[in-house]
């Protein structure tokens, strides 16, 4: 760490001198052109380039399926706005795992296609997407397909377990979102100012939305079990749906907790979501009891759904952290 001395100049300017070192790495000289942004009691400063987009190349040689696919996710999560796919020669099944892969991102287009290369764009600007409403409709979404799940494992509907699988597809397609925007919030100051949030709070809520990924992912989990097995006991029923109402109320009030802006209330909302956590645990066991005096086949399958409601509370729990995080004094 190095300190520099701040002076004073013309009577009212605050000067201050740049490191060297600093400056060369950056190619900053004189004549140059740098921007800074003001966190709280920080100044960030950084060099300002005359073509504010970044371009990242891959090589997708020899990728193909659930790699390729997890190839443009991953460019697309480290905040490149143009990705060039290059190979000697791509293939016909190669172009269609892009284009699927790319209608499951936010704002990410095909611009270009030739023998050897797809190039991709993200068309949006950082400062038009907003995490928060983001984190809300992943909240939305997330929990009615928990609901949703159960109610198609009860009442052995198949269609509604179906809707539910699908419903994913929007919840990734934010998380993605989220976690493309909280990297390149990592990387450039700019992109705070211009979504509004400090860093601090973007990060918040990119470890929020991690949970709720995974609830709907159990949710998908539950809806895929609904399919594999029949009519559910009325007794168990019951219990299922009691463990579902009290799972899902912890993340309720602990993104309540997250999203509210009075540090005393915020705080009161993540301790009560905490709170709620035992009892579950103590609920779903006896729920678990009553299923093992079912056949093994069901019990196996509905002692998996009783897991996936209890995780939720845990995640929930992860989230009333990331409230109480959220909510304390700034060091």
């Not at 040689?61 to 190979?87: K, N, P």
């Not at 993200?122 to 809300?136: F, G, K």
């Amino acid at each position: 760490m190095e300190t520099r001395k701040v002076q004073v100049t013309g009577g009212s300017t605050y000067t201050v001198s740049l490191p060297k070192d600093w400056a060369t790495a950056n190619d900053v000289s004189a004549g140059s052109v740098v921007e800074f942004h003001a966190e709280s009691d920080s100044l960030l400063l950084s060099p300002k380039t005359a073509d504010e987009r970044s371009e990242g190349t891959l090589d997708v040689t020899g990728l193909e399926g659930d790699q390729l696919t997890r190839a443009v996710m991953t460019m697309y999560v480290s905040g490149f706005d143009i990705i060039t796919l290059e190979t000697p020669r791509v293939e016909a099944k190669q172009r269609r795992t892009i284009r699927q892969a790319t209608q499951g991102l936010v704002g990410l287009e095909v611009i270009e296609e030739t023998s050897e290369r797809v190039v991709l764009q993200d068309l949006l600007d950082s400062s038009e997407l907003s995490v928060h409403n983001a984190i809300t409709r992943m909240r939305l979404v997330a929990l009615t397909m928990l609901s949703d799940a159960v109610d198609a494992l009860v009442e052995n509907d198949d269609n509604l377990a179906s809707d539910v699988m699908e419903r994913d597809d929007d919840v990734d397609r934010l998380w993605y979102m989220i976690s493309r925007v909280f990297r390149t919030v990592l990387r450039d100051p700019t992109a705070a100012s211009h979504i509004g949030l400090p860093r601090v709070t973007c990060f918040d809520y990119q470890s929020s939305a991690r949970q709720l990924e995974r609830i709907a992912d159990h949710a998908t989990k539950i809806a895929e079990f609904s399919l594999e097995i029949g009519e559910v006991d009325d007794e168990i029923a019951q219990g299922l749906y009691d463990l579902r109402e009290d799972a899902l109320a912890v993340p309720e009030t602990a993104m309540d907790a997250l999203l509210e802006d009075d540090p005393e209330t915020a705080t009161e909302l993540a301790n009560e979501a905490r709170k709620q956590i035992r009892p579950i645990d103590d609920r779903a066991r006896e729920v678990d009891d009553r299923i093992h005096q079912m056949d093994s086949q069901t019990a196996q399958v509905l002692g998996l759904v009783v897991d996936s409601l209890s995780r939720t509370a845990d995640y929930g729990g992860n989230i009333a952290e990331s409230a109480l995080q959220k909510a304390a004094p700034r060091p």
